[in-house]
């Protein structure tokens, strides 16, 4: 008898637990949580940081550039960075304009503006003005990575 009613205990807390509620979506804390780490990618970015950089992407991402194919996955990403943070002069910075978290609170869009400078190995300055989409995913530990990063040229000459 003590060890139905052991199982019969375990069943039906294992019933109750699966039932429990997950938190409620949180838009404001969570374009929060994105601009904050927005802004810790950006400082990693600025100090030429390979790891901490990619890190901001998840393992599928999918990096989306003007005249480029689609660079897909952390490891190609990885490599993109690489060889950018390698080219003189190279600098980047951006702005996250506005930020949209699904209903849901697992998904969000935000759009800005980013700007690149490099020196070509011919010696010419280059200065790119771009116009910027990312899509970003809350992950399963509450972080939230960009899963879809797309810059296009803004046309905007400095």
């Known amino acids: 008898m003590r060890t139905r009613d052991a199982v019969l205990t375990l069943v039906v807390l294992g019933a109750v637990a699966a039932c429990k509620t997950p938190p409620a979506p949180d838009p404001t804390g969570d374009e929060a949580a994105i601009r904050a780490a927005d802004a810790r990618w950006l400082a990693a970015a600025q ?24 660079i897909v996955g952390r490891d190609a990403i990885r490599r993109y960075v690489t060889g950018a943070f390698a080219i003189p002069d190279f600098s980047i910075s951006w702005t996250m304009d506005h930020i949209s978290v ?34 970003w995913r809350k992950e399963r530990d509450g972080s939230w990575r960009c899963v879809v990063d797309i810059a296009n040229s803004s046309g905007a000459r400095p």
């Open 47 to 70: 100090a030429h940081d390979i790891e901490q950089s990619v890190s901001y992407w998840s393992d599928d991402a999918i990096l989306l550039i003007a005249g480029s194919p689609a």
């Open 102 to 135: 699904a209903k849901s609170g697992d998904l969000a869009y935000a759009t800005g503006t980013n700007r690149i400078s490099l020196t070509t190995p011919e010696g010419r300055a280059v200065l790119e003005n771009n116009r910027a989409v990312e899509v």
